[in-house]
């Protein structure tokens, strides 16, 4: 496998569903022994999951965390690691999105999705650079101390109407892994984040799921189609290996050419 994860151990939040399940069952493929996170109420979504990594020859278990309560983060990677030995990959994937008119947006609309989508990755980088630095270097099982990917979004730079809670919490994202990657380059500890554009998952369904709303999304995208959870997935597969060993700090734009404002193509 040219990613070359055997051997080491890796941690996707919000793996029950979408980009998350589609990441874990990749790394598992490329040889990582991965826990497949999963809040309240989805603990058989991840034994699903595992159960389809274990089916295709892979190692998995699930391991439960609301990503924005401190104590279950820790347990989870405390868990992980009693489990597995160490962790040597985080995805920091679990997010929502809670729209609504701005003058309209309630306190809680507004903390909630600040606390899973960017408190939540605040927890859960923490947790995995402790274990990191506690660890130490392994190298024979990889040229970095410690990965960390950042689900983050498009919607990083491009501003969202009727979304600014969300937008926010990815702005937030991109600097808090950029002031990681800085943080931590000494000790070899690699942060980058991943942008997906439109990607085909339940959290936004109503934006694909009929024809019109997918020839309205499609005008969004030069590139002529609405992403998959595999695209995501196989650029976290890169970001999580050392073939992407000099590079920190990054975020890689994977969205179709959204990002590349399309409605100017052929305009003035
Ligand atoms: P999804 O709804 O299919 O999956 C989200 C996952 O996060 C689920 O497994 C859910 O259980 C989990 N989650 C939510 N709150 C949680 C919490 N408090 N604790 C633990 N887990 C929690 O959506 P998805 O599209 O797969 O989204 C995954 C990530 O990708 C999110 O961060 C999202 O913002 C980002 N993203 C998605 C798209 C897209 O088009 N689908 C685009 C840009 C960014």
Not at 205 to 218: C, H, V, Y
């Amino acid at each position: 496998n040219p990613y070359g994860l055997s051997g080491q151990v890796a941690l996707v939040t919000g793996a029950t569903s979408g980009i998350g399940r589609q990441t874990a069952i990749a790394l598992a493929g490329a040889g990582a022994a991965v826990a497949v996170n999963y809040r309240d109420g989805s603990r058989q979504d991840a034994e699903a999951v595992c159960a389809d990594i274990a089916a295709a020859g892979g190692t998995a278990m699930p391991v439960h965390a609301d990503v924005r309560e401190e104590a279950q983060v820790d347990s989870m990677v405390a868990e992980t690691v009693a489990h597995f030995g160490t962790l040597h990959i985080l995805v920091a994937n679990a997010g929502l999105e809670r729209p609504a008119p701005f003058q309209d947006m309630s306190l809680e609309d507004w903390r909630m999705v600040i606390d899973v989508n960017l408190t939540g990755q605040f927890l859960c980088t923490r947790a995995a650079i402790r274990e990191f630095l506690r660890r130490g270097m392994q190298p024979d099982i990889s040229h970095a101390l410690g990965k960390i990917v950042c689900m983050s979004s498009v919607h990083q730079r491009i501003p969202w109407a009727f979304a600014a809670n969300y937008a926010a919490s990815k702005g937030g994202v991109a600097l808090l892994m950029q002031s990681l990657a800085q943080e931590f380059a000494p000790s070899r500890i690699r942060v980058n984040a991943i942008a997906p554009g439109a990607i085909r998952t339940p959290i936004n369904r109503k934006a694909w799921e009929t024809d019109a709303a997918m020839q309205e999304l499609l005008t969004l995208m030069p590139y002529g189609r609405i992403g998959e959870t595999s695209d995501i997935a196989n650029a976290v597969l890169w970001l999580a290996s050392d073939l992407s060993d000099y590079m920190t700090g990054e975020t890689l734009f994977v969205d179709g050419g959204m990002s590349l404002y399309p409605s100017f193509r052929g305009a003035g």
